[in-house]
């Protein structure tokens, strides 16, 4: 009997705890832009803001999964990326990344090794790749700031009539001398960027290697 109350107890404790989004705040919509909404959020004991985007046209799902899933579709990422390496690669499994950004001065460039791994959905086909730093693949270098904190996750979901929903949701640690402020100010300008590219990718009639 002592032990039931304590179960329920407890129970009680967590549902007001996440309804009290002291676990998950939840998303504040910033803009819309091209159709593209864009969200942000304060996480736990972060001075960075999360940041969310989606939209929804009308492309190829497969054509989609192909610019975000295949090693070799990088050249419609962001231009401050200046170097790409491919540490490695199983189709539709995973994709491991060296990257460096380039930023403008005063601050030094950062570099980060990731690991983007792939699944779906057999019912709904929805496809998710999610990116986490991969620690230890690459030494880090003395004039370079390593990025350590990090996930980046992009959410395709095939809908009717040939259309496709995208969502990218991130979040980053700048590291560094970057203040937090000037950070949350511009974060809100990468999901607008990367899912503007994205869908101009997937609906260009250039070669996407598949």
């Given at each position: 009997?002592?032990?039931?109350?304590r179960?329920l107890?407890?129970?009680g404790?967590?549902?007001?705890?996440?309804?009290?989004?002291?676990?998950?705040?939840?998303?504040?919509?910033?803009?819309?832009?091209?159709?593209?909404?864009?969200?942000?959020?304060?996480?736990?004991?972060?001075t960075?803001?999360?940041?969310?985007?989606?939209v929804?046209?009308?492309?190829s799902?497969?054509?989609?999964?192909?610019?975000?899933?295949?090693?070799k579709?990088?050249?419609?990422?962001?231009k401050?990326?200046?170097?790409?390496?491919?540490?490695?690669?199983?189709?539709?499994?995973?994709?491991?990344?060296?990257?460096?950004?380039n930023?403008?001065?005063?601050f030094?460039?950062r570099?980060?090794?990731?690991?983007?791994?792939?699944?779906?959905?057999?019912?709904?086909?929805v496809r998710?790749?999610?990116?986490?730093?991969?620690?230890?693949?690459v030494?880090?270098k003395?004039?370079?700031?390593?990025?350590?904190?990090?996930?980046?996750?992009?959410?395709?979901?095939?809908e009717?009539?040939?259309?496709?929903?995208?969502?990218?949701?991130?979040s980053?640690?700048?590291?560094?001398?970057?203040?937090?402020?000037l950070?949350n100010?511009v974060?809100?300008?990468?999901?607008?960027?990367?899912?503007?590219?994205?869908?101009?990718?997937?609906?260009?009639?250039?070669?996407?290697?598949?």
């Amino acid at each position: 009997m002592i032990h039931n109350i304590r179960i329920l107890l407890f129970s009680g404790f967590i549902n007001i705890f996440l309804a009290s989004g002291l676990l998950a705040q939840p998303w504040t919509f910033v803009k819309e832009k091209d159709g593209i909404k864009v969200y942000t959020r304060i996480e736990s004991n972060r001075t960075w803001k999360s940041f969310k985007g989606e939209v929804t046209f009308q492309a190829s799902s497969e054509k989609v999964y192909s610019v975000l899933g295949n090693d070799k579709n990088n050249d419609w990422w962001d231009k401050a990326i200046t170097d790409v390496k491919v540490l490695g690669y199983v189709e539709n499994k995973f994709i491991q990344y060296y990257l460096v950004f380039n930023l403008p001065w005063p601050f030094k460039n950062r570099d980060i090794v990731t690991e983007t791994t792939i699944t779906t959905d057999t019912v709904s086909g929805v496809r998710k790749y999610v990116a986490r730093p991969l620690p230890n693949k690459v030494p880090e270098k003395s004039n370079l700031v390593r990025l350590k904190e990090y996930q980046q996750i992009w959410t395709v979901q095939p809908e009717e009539h040939g259309y496709v929903h995208v969502t990218l949701e991130g979040s980053v640690n700048p590291g560094g001398n970057i203040p937090a402020w000037l950070f949350n100010m511009v974060i809100t300008e990468t999901p607008l960027k990367m899912l503007h590219s994205l869908r101009e990718k997937s609906l260009s009639s250039d070669n996407v290697v598949k």
